[in-house]
Each structure stands twice: as C-alpha cells, then as structure tokens.
C-alpha cells in the first residue's frame, strides 16, 4: 500500500499514519501529501518528513477541472495507490474520485450521517454535537465519492459526551480515537 494525502491544515492523520507505517503498526509507505493552503503545517511536516509535497490550489489552478488533473498527476507520479484526506477542505473533483475509486478514504469527526455534509468540518462537526445534545459522538472512516461525507463507512468509533465538554474536550476526545479508526479501516483495505 503506497499511501498519498491530501490536507488543508494540520495534517493529522498523515502524521499519525506516517509514524504508525514507521514503526511497523501499518504495512504501507507514505510518499506524498498536496495541500491546498501554501502555508499550511501539514506541507511544512511533509517536507521535513521526507514525503514529495506539493500546493496544489484554486489560486494556482482557477480551472476546477485543471485542478483536479493536477492531484491526480502528483499522486500518480509520486506512485500512491491509496489516498487519505487527512482534514482536506475542499470538495474532490471526477478525475480524483475515479483515479483513486474505492482506495479513496476520509475520516469524518462525527457519527455519519449524523453532522456531515457541505459545511460541516473542523470545529463546525464538534459545536453541532453539543448544540444538539447528543449523549455521544466519534469518528467516521468513509471511502469518499462525489457527495460529499455520503460514501460508505468502512469504520466508526463512538465516544460519549459528557456534561460539561468544551469544544476542545470534545474536540481532543474525537481527535484521539482518530488514529486508531484510520489503521482499522486501510488494513481493511490492504
Ligand atoms: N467529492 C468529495 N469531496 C470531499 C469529500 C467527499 O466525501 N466527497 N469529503 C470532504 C470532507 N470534508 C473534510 O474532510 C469536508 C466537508 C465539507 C467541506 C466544506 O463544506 N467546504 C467548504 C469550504 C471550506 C473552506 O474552504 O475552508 C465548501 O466547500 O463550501 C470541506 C471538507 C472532503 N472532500
Ligand atoms: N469533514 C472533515 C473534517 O472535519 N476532518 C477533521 O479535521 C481534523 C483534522 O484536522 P487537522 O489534521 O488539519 O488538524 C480531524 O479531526 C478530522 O476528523
């Protein structure tokens, strides 16, 4: 499993899953993550980390579709045959979706379909939990396809919420079954 990501921020998952294929907890290579922000972290660890990186971007690609060609080209030439999205905050075009069809996985910080959806990302997914009183919450691995959080879940963790949780107990609660839920579901992939 040759595995490539795609991240808009931090980039945790690719940290978590890069140090896990490292230590030998996952059977796989990471080899490149793109990132839609020039600034962000994640293509900062990415670079440091050894892993082919790259800004890919509506800014450097205003063609949605030129965009689109581009991710697939960087996967392709850099030889991923899996594709995360390790917090990626824009929608995937065709040509990714179908390069990468059913080798194409998302974790979601929500009990999908519960808190999912266009607008529903980051801190958003964890504030609606607690604006609806939900007694729980967790994370959700899904293979992504062109509806965006609607693929089908290949792994999900639950979490209670406790009276009392801030976004950020909530938050650090979700984020810490996280990594665990991504190495069920790739080596259900492998
Ligand atoms: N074709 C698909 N693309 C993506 C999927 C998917 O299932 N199919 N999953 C998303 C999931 N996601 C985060 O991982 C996500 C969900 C929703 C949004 C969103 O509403 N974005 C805003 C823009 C936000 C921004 O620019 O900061 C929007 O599109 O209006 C983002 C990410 C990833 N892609
Ligand atoms: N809809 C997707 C979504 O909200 N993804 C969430 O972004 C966080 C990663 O951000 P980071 O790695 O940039 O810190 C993770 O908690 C992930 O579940």
């Given at each position: 499993?040759?595995?490539?990501?795609?991240?808009?921020?931090?980039?945790?998952?690719?940290?978590?899953?890069t140090?896990?294929?490292?230590?030998?907890?996952?059977?796989?290579?990471?080899?490149?993550?793109?990132s839609?922000?020039?600034?962000?972290?994640?293509?900062?660890?990415?670079r440091?980390?050894?892993?082919?990186?790259?800004?890919?971007?509506?800014?450097?690609?205003?063609?949605?579709?030129?965009?689109?060609?581009?991710?697939?080209?960087?996967?392709?030439?850099?030889?991923?045959?899996?594709?995360?999205?390790?917090?990626?905050?824009?929608?995937?075009g065709?040509?990714?979706?179908?390069?990468?069809?059913?080798?194409?996985?998302?974790?979601?910080?929500?009990?999908?379909?519960?808190?999912?959806?266009?607008?529903?990302?980051?801190?958003?997914?964890?504030?609606?939990?607690?604006?609806?009183?939900?007694?729980?919450?967790?994370?959700?691995?899904?293979?992504?396809?062109?509806?965006?959080?609607?693929?089908p879940?290949?792994?999900?963790?639950?979490?209670?919420?406790?009276?009392?949780?801030?976004?950020?107990?909530?938050?650090?609660?979700?984020?810490?079954?996280?990594?665990?839920?991504?190495?069920?579901?790739l080596?259900?992939?492998?």
């Amino acid at each position: 499993m040759i595995l490539g990501f795609l991240a808009s921020h931090g980039g945790s998952a690719a940290r978590f899953l890069t140090e896990a294929c490292r230590d030998g907890r996952l059977s796989a290579v990471p080899v490149a993550l793109a990132s839609n922000n020039s600034g962000s972290a994640a293509l900062a660890w990415a670079r440091e980390a050894g892993l082919k990186a790259a800004h890919l971007s509506g800014a450097k690609y205003p063609d949605p579709d030129a965009l689109d060609a581009a991710i697939v080209a960087f996967l392709q030439e850099a030889g991923v045959d899996t594709l995360v999205l390790s917090g990626y905050m824009k929608a995937l075009g065709p040509r990714v979706l179908s390069a990468y069809a059913g080798r194409l996985v998302n974790i979601h910080p929500s009990l999908l379909p519960r808190h999912g959806g266009r607008g529903m990302y980051g801190d958003r997914v964890h504030e609606a939990v607690l604006a609806s009183g939900d007694t729980e919450s967790g994370a959700t691995v899904h293979l992504v396809t062109a509806g965006i959080d609607e693929g089908p879940v290949l792994a999900q963790v639950r979490v209670p919420v406790l009276p009392g949780d801030t976004l950020a107990t909530l938050k650090a609660r979700v984020q810490g079954a996280e990594g665990e839920l991504l190495l069920q579901a790739l080596r259900s992939l492998a």
